[in-house]
């Protein structure tokens, strides 16, 4: 977790991560949604509730969905225009 040691303030004692970084914080929301990222296999299609599950795994401030945005937002993950399937994005979709 190299550079993400700087999100050890954000995991509770289950090791989830408890609250998503303030407005300010950007680097370590950035971070925190490379993190989620990495818990996707490439090349394979999720479904959203796949998508919510794996997220949930990670956190425990119950909003996957907010965290499913923000890693669309951010082009970690892409989707189907109706939200149905979703895929880690690979270097060269960007």
Same mark, same amino acid.
């Given at each position: 977790?190299?550079?993400?040691?700087?999100?050890?303030?954000?995991?509770?004692?289950?090791?989830?991560?408890?609250?998503?970084?303030?407005?300010?914080?950007?680097?370590?929301?950035?971070?925190?949604?490379?993190? +989620?990222?990495?818990?996707?296999?490439? %090349? @394979?299609? #999720?479904?959203?509730? =796949?998508?919510?599950?794996?997220?949930?795994?990670?956190?425990?401030?119950?909003?996957?969905?907010?965290?499913?945005?923000?890693?669309?937002?951010?082009? +970690?993950?892409?989707?189907?225009?109706? %939200? @149905?399937? #979703?895929?880690?994005? =690979?270097?060269?979709?960007?």
């Amino acid at each position: 977790m190299e550079d993400f040691q700087i999100l050890n303030g954000y995991l509770n004692e289950e090791g989830k991560f408890d609250r998503f970084p303030g407005k300010k914080q950007k680097k370590k929301q950035a971070l925190m949604l490379q993190f +989620l990222a990495q818990k996707f296999e490439s %090349g @394979k299609k #999720y479904s959203e509730m =796949e998508v919510n599950e794996i997220l949930n795994q990670y956190h425990s401030f119950n909003d996957p969905a907010t965290l499913r945005r923000l890693m669309f937002g951010s082009k +970690l993950i892409n989707r189907t225009l109706d %939200g @149905k399937s #979703y895929w880690l994005v =690979e270097e060269k979709d960007n």
